[in-house]
């Protein structure tokens, strides 16, 4: 049971907005920034989002995240076949004194 | 580029140890803090263990501590993870991770080692 709750999936066709979201806690979300990292098979996760709605630099700006109150969300508009992963949300948690994350949510391209 | 490169997996019996090493390269290691993340098959990620740069703070969740030891050589820019009683439940691939010191965020990932735990 993660501290942090994600749907296990989410989909869409090419070209269209698909919305992960993640919901956490006052220990966590509530207080903390939260990142998002996606993941394919077989490769290192890599950062997408990070202090709730930074891009690092190289991340192409179809992917977009906000944070309200305890809730965090990730938005990939114009959806592409590459964007076929895994995404987990993460953030600190004051009350456990570690980092939590998601447990992932696998996303498709029909 | 940024490297980190991770090694010291395999296949292990329950109750044994076994420590992995992180060679890093790229950035400025000393000023990074450190951390190690795993994914057991067809799970998700889960951190495992946390260093400061200067090595004078170290976190592990309740499910390795006690159990597990983080550490760090600034002058070799290696992490290294003490892993002791092993589980079956560890098994999982490991991926050593570099965070800009209280960034709150993995900003650097390795590809990663695997652990087996199997009798």
């Known amino acids: 049971q993660s501290v942090l709750t994600q749907p296990p999936s989410a989909s869409g066709t090419p070209g269209q907005r698909v919305s992960v979201s993640c919901s956490g806690s006052s220990s966590n979300i509530g207080s903390e920034s939260v990142s998002w990292y996606q993941h394919l098979p077989g490769t290192a996760p890599k950062v997408l989002i990070y202090?709730?709605?930074q891009r690092p630099s190289g991340v192409p700006d179809r992917f977009s995240g906000s944070k309200s109150g305890t809730s965090a969300s990730l938005a990939i508009s114009g959806l592409q076949s590459e964007d076929e992963a895994d995404y987990y949300c993460?953030?600190?948690?004051?009350?456990?004194?570690?980092?939590?994350f998601g447990a992932g949510t696998k996303v498709t391209v029909l | 580029q940024v490297q980190l490169v991770e090694s010291g997996g395999g296949v292990v019996q329950p109750g044994t140890s076994l420590r992995l090493s992180c060679a890093a390269s790229?950035?400025?290691?000393?000023?990074?803090?450190m951390h190690w993340v795993r994914q057991a098959p067809g799970k998700g990620l889960e951190w495992v263990a946390s260093i400061w740069f200067d090595g004078s703070r170290k976190d592990f969740p309740a499910s390795v501590k006690g159990r597990f030891t983080i550490s760090r050589d600034n002058s070799k820019n290696m992490l290294y993870l003490q892993m002791s009683s092993l589980r079956a439940e560890d098994t999982a691939v490991y991926y050593c991770?570099?965070?800009?010191?209280?960034?709150?965020?993995?900003?650097?990932w390795g590809q990663g080692t695997l652990v087996t735990v199997s009798s």
């Open positions: 993460a953030a600190w948690d004051d009350s456990l004194k570690g980092y939590v």
């Open positions: 790229g950035f400025t290691f000393g000023t990074y803090a």
């Open positions: 991770v570099g965070e800009r010191m209280h960034a709150r965020f993995f900003d650097y």
């Open positions: 202090s709730n709605n």
